[in-house]
């Protein structure tokens, strides 16, 4: 018998994702049908998703090779050399040939980690068990049909990778930020769009609650089929709790699939452990083993690009970025690419120029034209050449923003249209010596009042040489000059 | 008018002796007088044919032709036939049609066959005899009263009873090759791969094979060699160039090695194990030496068969649910009901017993014990049979341990399943196999199977054509049957 009181339990969470992750091939898994989303019902279905008799599957060999990006990205111990397809066995309309394809015995990814902060900001390492290879089932559409279900095969057959982390993970929010970096890989891969809303990544997760310190592992639910992030934190903090209070009231918790309603907010289960399926797993006879030499893992190596963890410790220490522009800039798939470009082809300027640059005025310049950076309205080599102009003193911050502006619609070099539009900083400390001693003539009470200590008068004639030179001279130099006269 | 084989008929086409109509014309009459009576046809197919006789004549006009241009063909039922009906002998594909052609159709289609009819069979394949068709069970014509044999009985019976030259079967563990034999044709399956499953509607697709039947080994090396291709749409399929099996089939086999299993020999019943003995002596005649070989593990074949096959059967069937096409039962109240009455009222008792046996052994806490097990017993058998044939050329072995029995003598479903204790090891270990007749016992066929190495079919043909140039027993015919 427990002596404790319930409310001196301390409970401790422990999480396991599997994640549904879509492949970004043109075909299907095992057939040359198209899968692109969003077409009309049905339309996307050859005689293999339809299981007309005697069809039979053939590998798309480019789901092959991004499934082994993905070992490759979270440093797997084992890409198999022999990787097997088996048949799960179930009734469902949306899967018509009465099994899915997937890989139980021999996946082809095994024992990879990945990196995440726990809630201390300290590194904290989760281990990836397996990711294996299977085909997605079609959808069955309840709505529109009085008394029956409609199905749509569309989906039927998309290849899929799912993921399947140990139960490592110790709070919901973890959970997110294991699922958030999952999905950055996949996307910075390009394996999978990362579209949640259309389902191409998707969530299950397996939550148990034990009081801290016990060894076993408590009795785990599965929450399947959480389509945001918000959602899995929301539904795996609501289970949490659910159970919690389950297990201190003297309850006992199922083993069982439940599903989240977003709606109300609550898990509720899905089907009982009478309904439970046996799935009568078995090799798929259709379909050899996949065997692959260690030269064609080798190959897929020059497709794994640096991942953001890898980028941020690279501008903030080598380009000097601060942590949170480097995060912005990381993060950001095209933004990074454009940055990287930029970075390499400057020559006097610093890093930091150009990110302030791109984070700041032409960020906002996109926003304001709705438009994307990968559409290189702007080419990287021609914000380098704005970014060298402003470093050599060439312009001024606020001409930098004109030219910008310019560049947008003429698509010239910002060389050129300093020099077309007459643009250049005026550094020439003649010429703005005679500018400040003709304005200084003009305005003697100012200047008197500035030479008795009025600093307000000392940005007074800033002001008025800017007005003056349109903005062009160099504003340390106005600076030195005024200080002197 | 009868033709000594393709080479007779193809002759005559192409001296203009006869033209295709009237070819097709002679074996339509014979279908439609006597296959209802044999019930060996599910579908007689004249629009397919029609097409196909205009364009092959127009090629025999214009000197194109090949040797098979014109020659009629009738299709075991489970291959897909385009736009026609492809029924598997089963209630459930009753109204099936298919919306495409099987790669072996297709590749006998391109080399100018002309498909007249689909042959019965029995469920999906499943059956040593050909009554577990929902259209009836087959007749033997030597003796009408007895079965033809099966799966394949339907496409036996057509060559027997001379109502087409050459029939497509399917061979998963003795379904050619054991009709073959009870209706005294010769029959081959190829080694596992050869031929593409494709469009062929599976039973147990790790067995599943298609091959010919003929009334001579070079028929059936002819219409092969045409079949067989490597098909991308099929990834087992062997990797293999396309070979003209009828190459080697002149050469001498003096000298060749003829394994012989004699504890096979030693459990046959008297009569047929002396018919079996004097067709192997023939052999000897010819040069062969005969080498005894020892198979330790195929007496357990049966065993692994019967777990197997179901097991993969099981999934395979998985997909006739009356959903999408096939068999639906009338006002199901729930999507359960419709799974489960379809399937009840669509399939016969053999295939819902195959099913039920095959989820049965895939279940969890069983898989080890009989899948797997069996898996393991599968692959000793190959090396068996790999260790017999570092000493042998071919096996000389026996088809069935009985001639064509009586309908409903086998009401136990596992004396059904010993009728191919001899034709299953070849079959685990996906060697190239047939049959040829040997004579008569009691009036009725017996075969000898030839059994080769792996992708060695034109060694098995060899040994079948030379027996058959210096024997007649694959030129008897049953009485009544050919004018």
Known sequence: ?485 | MEFNGIREIASALHTKEISVQELHDIYHQRQYSKADELNCLINITPELAKQQIQSSQALIDSNQANILTGIPIVHKDLFCTKDHHTTCGSRMLENFVSPYDATIVDNLNKAGMVTMAKANMDEFAMGSSNENSYFGAVKNPWDVTRVPGGSSGGSAVVVASGLSPIATGSDTGGSIRQPAALCGVTGIKPSYGRASRYGMVAFASSLDQAGVFARSAEDCSIVLSKMCSYDAKDSTSAQVKQEDFSKNLNQSIKGLKVGIVSEWMDSLPEDIRNTTTQAIQKLQDLGAELIEVELPTAHLAVSAYYVIAPAECSSNLSRFDGVRYGYQCENPVDLNDLYVRSRTEGFGDEVKRRIMVGTWALSAGFYDAYYLKAQKIRRLIAQDFSKAFENVDVIAAPVSPETAFEFNAKKDPVSMYQEDIYTIPSSLAGLPCMSIPIGLVNELPVGLQLIGHNLQESIILNVAHQFQQITDFHKQVAEGYYE
């Not at chain 1, 139980?104 to 726990?118: A, F, K, R, S, Y």
């Not at chain 1, 599965?222 to 709790?241: C, D, G, Y």
């Not at chain 1, 996949?290 to 497709?303: F, H, L, R, T």
């Not at chain 1, 003193?393 to 070099?413: N, P, R, Y």
């Open chain 1, 1 to 485: 018998m427990n002596n404790k009181t319930s409310s001196q339990i301390n409970w401790e969470t422990v999480i396991g994702l599997e994640i549904h992750t879509q492949l970004k091939t043109k075909s299907k898994l095992f057939a040359a049908t198209n899968t692109a989303y969003g077409a009309s019902p049905n339309t996307q279905v050859s005689f293999l998703e339809a299981a007309i008799p005697g069809t039979l599957p053939v590998f798309n060999e480019k789901v092959l090779r991004y499934a082994i990006r993905f070992g490759l990205a979270v440093g797997a111990k084992v890409i198999a050399k022999e990787s097997t397809f088996d048949r799960k066995n179930y009734f469902y309309p949306d899967s018509p040939k009465g099994y899915q394809i997937t890989q139980l015995n021999q996946p082809i990814v095994e024992h990879g980690t990945l990196t995440i902060q726990d809630k201390n900001g300290n590194d904290k390492i989760i281990r990836i068990n397996r990711a294996h290879i299977e085909e997605d089932a079609g959808k069955s559409v309840h709505e529109n049909y009085a008394n029956y279900s409609g199905i749509d095969l569309n989906r039927c057959g998309t290849p899929l990778i799912e993921i399947v982390s140990e139960p490592d993970l110790s709070s919901a929010k973890e959970a997110v930020a294991y699922m958030k970096e999952i999905h950055t890989i996949v996307t910075h891969l390009g394996i999978c769009d990362g579209n949640l809303q259309e389902g191409s990544f998707r969530c299950d997760a397996n939550v148990s609650v034990r009081p801290k310190g016990q060894k076993e592992l408590g009795t785990r639910t599965e929450l399947k089929n959480i389509n945001s992030f918000r959602f899995v934190e929301k539904a795996i903090n609501i289970e949490i709790k659910r159970q919690i209070k389950l297990l201190e009231s003297g309850g006992k918790i199922t083993q069982e699939t439940r599903l989240y309603d977003a709606d109300k907010n609550e898990t509720r289960p899905m089907r009982s452990k009478e309904e439970a399926n046996d799935y009568r797993y078995f090799p798929d006879p259709d379909l050899l083993p996949v065997v692959i030499d260690q030269a064609y893992i080798d190959a897929q190596k020059q497709y794994i690009p640096e991942f953001p963890a890898a980028k941020i410790n690279r501008y903030t220490q080598e380009l000097k970025l601060k942590v949170d522009d480097a995060k912005i800039i990381a993060y950001d798939k095209p933004l990074s690419a454009f940055f990287d470009a930029t970075v390499k082809q400057l020559v006097k300027a610093e890093p930091k120029t150009a990110a302030n640059m791109l984070l700041g005025e032409y960020s906002a310049l996109l926003n304001s034209k709705d438009a994307l950076i990968q559409d290189q309205n702007i080419t990287d080599i021609q914000f380098t050449g704005l970014i060298e102009a402003l470093a050599e003193g060439k312009i001024s911050h606020k001409i930098a923003k004109i030219i910008l502006e310019k560049m947008w619609a003429s698509g010239s070099s910002a060389d050129d249209i300093i020099k077309q539009e007459g643009l250049a900083q005026v550094s020439d400390s003649g010429e703005l010596e005679s500018i400040i001693s003709e304005i200084i003539n003009n305005n003697q009470s100012q200047f008197i009042a500035y030479k008795e200590g009025d600093m307000k008068m000392f940005n007074f004639f800033v002001g008025q040489v800017m007005k003056q030179t349109k903005g062009r001279a160099n504003p340390a130099q106005v600076k030195s000059i005024l200080e002197k006269s």
